[in-house]
């Protein structure tokens, strides 16, 4: 992030509501711009690229010359920024940023960031400053990592996107290779292969671990009975929900309820030493300890 921005001036955040349209704009300094639009629709236009943002959508823009958005007319549009003051970067940085998609869905994670940093308000402490700036470079590496993500799915077979949805929709019921590779068209071989090169695990390996997350939140955030949980989430006894929730999270069922999914810092739970060693003064006997 450092090198996209001018770190000496930080980030700012805003938020505004066009109930019949509008236009903001043009800019003509330098800005690494991340663009919400809530409700409604903008028409971008980042030096000579025009971009469409529709609801529920945001936009990464960094102008060289001049940055003007223009809010439908006629309709209400609710928008939201985080902006920074552009700094100089490498050709090779400025080639990855070219090939970034310019626009994504909204998600809860860039929104939650947003809302957080727009909540700061506009006052200037050196905490509230440093907490602001913080949140910028947390939103874009959020957007920079959505985008990734999006970017992996595009290239993601369609059979295993398929794969996958059924399994997040369907992990409490029995799930075969045979069935989902049925149900998406291709034999379980290729479905193996291809999700295994595509997600990084097989089919079957994925579904026990959206099976025991599911498991974990249930365990944190509902009173039902670890045996409940453990049906609910798909297995055919406590016994293995209890093995698998251990291997995955370091914690049994009833550790991760008692510690509410807290896990112990290393030196206790392990007990680990923790020496801090003296430091001989040159010329003297005299030891310095931490």
């Not at 913080?134 to 595009?154: D, K, N, P, T, V």
């Not at 292969?193 to 994925?206: A, D, E, L, Q």
């Not at 509902?222 to 045996?227: D, E, T």
């Amino acid at each position: 992030m450092h090198a996209l921005i001018d770190s000496g001036r930080g980030f700012a955040f805003g938020e505004a509501i066009y109930p019949a349209g509008g236009v903001y704009g043009p800019l003509k300094d330098r800005y690494l711009t991340l663009l919400i639009i809530h409700e409604g629709k903008a028409r971008v236009v980042c030096d000579d690229e025009e971009i469409a943002l529709g609801p529920r959508s945001c936009g990464f823009f960094r102008n060289a010359q001049h940055l003007f958005m223009e809010y439908a007319e006629g309709r209400n549009t609710r928008v939201s920024w985080c902006e920074g003051h552009a700094g100089e970067i490498s050709e090779p940085v400025a080639m990855r940023l070219r090939t970034l998609t310019p626009r994504i869905a909204l998600s809860p994670r860039v929104e939650a960031l947003q809302r957080l940093g727009v909540e700061l308000g506009a006052g200037s402490s050196s905490n509230l400053n440093a907490l602001r700036n913080a949140l910028g470079e947390s939103i874009f590496l959020a957007y920079f990592h959505e985008a990734q993500m999006s970017e992996q799915e595009r290239l993601t077979p369609r059979s295993v996107l398929r794969a996958r949805f059924y399994i997040d929709e369907n992990y409490e019921k029995e799930i075969t290779v045979e069935r989902l590779a049925a149900l998406v068209g291709v034999t379980p071989q290729h479905l193996v292969s291809s999700f295994r090169k595509h997600v990084g695990i097989t089919p079957v390996r994925y579904l026990w671990q959206v099976r025991a997350n599911r498991g974990h939140f249930l365990l944190l955030q509902s009173g039902l009975a670890i045996s409940d949980i453990a049906y609910q989430c798909g297995y055919k006894n406590p016994f293995h929900f209890s093995r698998q929730i251990s291997e995955q999270f370091g914690m049994s069922p009833r550790e991760v309820r008692a510690n509410k999914g807290y896990r112990l810092a290393s030196d206790i739970a392990e007990g680990a030493a923790d020496v801090a060693y003296g430091m001989l003064l040159p010329d003297t006997d005299t030891i310095l300890t931490k």
